[in-house]
Nanobody
Framework: QLQFAESGGGLVQPGGSLRLSCEAP????????IGWFRQAPGKEREGVSC????????YYKHSVWGRFTISRDNAKSTVYLQMDSLKPEDTGVYYC?????????????????????WGQGTQVTVSS
């Protein structure tokens, strides 16, 4: 069964950067859309950024546009989320997920929190 392992979270000051990694060792991710989602205390899980499987087309939540960059290395079965200019409202547990839908569904994946397979999450705290 496909399993994801997130890493790279931590405590960072406002304006700082973090790079999250989502690994699925030994699995071929070519046919999966992969997304990063976050959940803040007391709030619902929301899609932050998703990337399509076959052509690597990205989608970003409006509030992270221009600050976050999603990328994937299928040869390493890894998806990354580079987060710059972090804000306190970016705080939360960040999860990655895989969905076997069509590449054109990547926006829906993020907006409707679709995921067939989920990781355990990594904590990101932005605070001074």
């Amino acid at each position: 069964q496909l399993q994801f392992a997130e890493s790279g979270g931590g405590l960072v000051q406002p304006g700082g950067s973090l790079r999250l990694s989502c690994e699925a060792p030994g699995f071929n991710l070519d046919y999966y859309n992969i997304g990063w989602f976050r959940q803040a205390p007391g709030k619902e899980r929301e899609g932050v950024s998703c990337i399509s499987g076959s052509d690597g087309k990205p989608y970003y939540k409006h509030s992270v546009w221009g600050r976050f960059t999603i990328s994937r290395d299928n040869a390493k079965s890894t998806v990354y989320l580079q987060m710059d200019s972090l804000k306190p409202e970016d705080t939360g547990v960040y999860y990655c997920a895989g969905h076997g839908g069509a590449p054109s569904s990547v926006q829906q994946m993020c907006e409707q929190t679709w995921g067939h397979y989920w990781g355990q999450g990594t904590q990101v705290t932005v605070s001074s």
